[in-house]
């Protein structure tokens, strides 16, 4: 273990443990982001963790390992793609099934042939984002999305799209019969994700904003000038209620390694663990897309060395990460993952700052 008997961070004597850290304390002095916090381990359990910064640049309040960020896209693989995972076991929704099932606006040549596996690795032909923002619905984002012209020849190539994830989040709902965030808290139950005060929800609860790490609408947001503290950052997820498919959990670093290292588990192997992570929907879930120069697996990233998980994880790796500066990324060759969530969102730095930070903070860890 890198961290004191009592549980407590430490600046640890391990190299590569003091490299991390140093490249965490660099960007944070560089205001690319004001918190931070680190869960680093293996399927056994955590072997680094640490928290630092201030909840904003302009507030003495510390942040820790308690401190809550809004995940953005890391609810595409942790939410949304769980949810489907569950659902596929349960035999409700197939993979190799037609949207058009579900969705009876999803019509015509171009699409007719797009199934859930389609949208899961972005290859569905749709656009990233809508090209009018100003939807006021569900109802109103389902026709959109699929009403809208295709921007590709499905499976010709792929995509990374909010709007598919929008989509699957209300096939979830639908065949599931309840909303993603029940579906979620249920699994989360299910697996014993979260222990003590650990949080991992659509919802923030009110007694828990104190500890929430804040972020700040973007320019062509509704809510701009405002600071958002347990309000979901994107617009279209605030849309649509703070629960949607492709945006909206929050989480600590610690309920975020906990499923970090379930799906680690069931990667690897272990048949002992509660549904939907099972060997083979894991592996199925992970596995490289063979769409034409994609990365994607189903809801999931995987390597490759240009990518935010640096060059120095295996072939096997899968991740993915989130606007607001959030990242997760499992290494089952090296049975190890790694949780670095941020408020970037909260007047820090680019995405290309980001993207740098996140390389170095991987790279230093190859040898953990």
């Known amino acids: 273990m890198l961290s004191d008997e009592d549980g407590e961070p430490r600046v640890s004597a391990h190299p590569p443990v003091s490299a991390a850290q140093r490249v965490i304390d660099a960007a944070i002095e560089a205001r690319i982001f004001p918190a931070a916090a680190v869960d680093v381990g293996s399927s056994v359990g955590p072997m680094w963790r640490y928290a630092t910064g201030t909840l904003t640049f302009d507030t003495p309040v510390p942040a820790s390992l308690d401190t809550i960020f809004d995940l953005a896209s890391l609810t595409k693989p942790i939410g949304t793609t769980t949810v489907l995972m569950q659902l596929v076991l349960d035999g409700r929704v197939r993979l190799d099934e037609a949207i058009s099932e579900t969705f009876e606006e999803w019509r015509g040549h171009d699409r007719e042939g797009v199934t859930v ?15 009018d923002p100003s939807l ?3 109802r109103e984002f389902e026709h959109d999305i699929c009403t809208m012209p ?29 909303s993603l965030a029940d579906a979620i808290a249920g699994i989360v139950s299910r697996a014993g994700l979260v222990t003590g005060s650990e949080r991992l929800a659509y919802d923030v609860r009110p007694d828990d904003r104190q500890r929430v790490a804040p972020t700040v609408p973007l320019d062509d947001d509704r809510r701009r000038g405002r600071t958002l503290v347990g309000e979901v950052h994107d617009s279209y997820a605030a849309v649509l209620g703070a629960v949607a498919g492709h945006a909206g959990l929050f989480g600590d670093a610690g309920a975020v390694g906990a499923f970090a290292r379930t799906m680690l588990r069931a990667v690897r192997g272990e048949t002992s663990l509660p549904p939907p992570f099972t060997p083979d929907l894991a592996s199925t879930f992970t596995t ?8 994607r697996a189903l809801g999931w990233d995987t390597m490759l060395p240009t990518s935010s998980c640096g060059v120095r994880m295996s072939a096997r790796a899968f991740g993915h990460v989130g606007f607001t500066g959030t990242s997760l990324w499992i290494d089952p060759a090296r049975d190890r993952y790694f949780v670095l969530l941020t408020n970037r969102a909260c007047h820090g730095g680019s995405l290309d700052e980001m993207r740098t930070v996140r390389r170095a903070f991987h790279d230093a860890l190859g040898e953990v």
């Open 117 to 131: 596996r389609d949208l899961l690795e972005h290859a569905s032909g749709l656009a990233a984002r809508l090209v």
């Open 136 to 138: 006021q619905d569900r």
């Open 150 to 178: 295709l921007e590709y020849v499905p499976r010709s190539r792929s995509i990374y799209s909010d709007l598919g994830f929008i989509l699957l989040g209300l096939l979830a709902s639908t065949r599931g019969r309840a």
């Open 288 to 295: 490289r897309s063979v769409v034409p120069g994609s990365s």
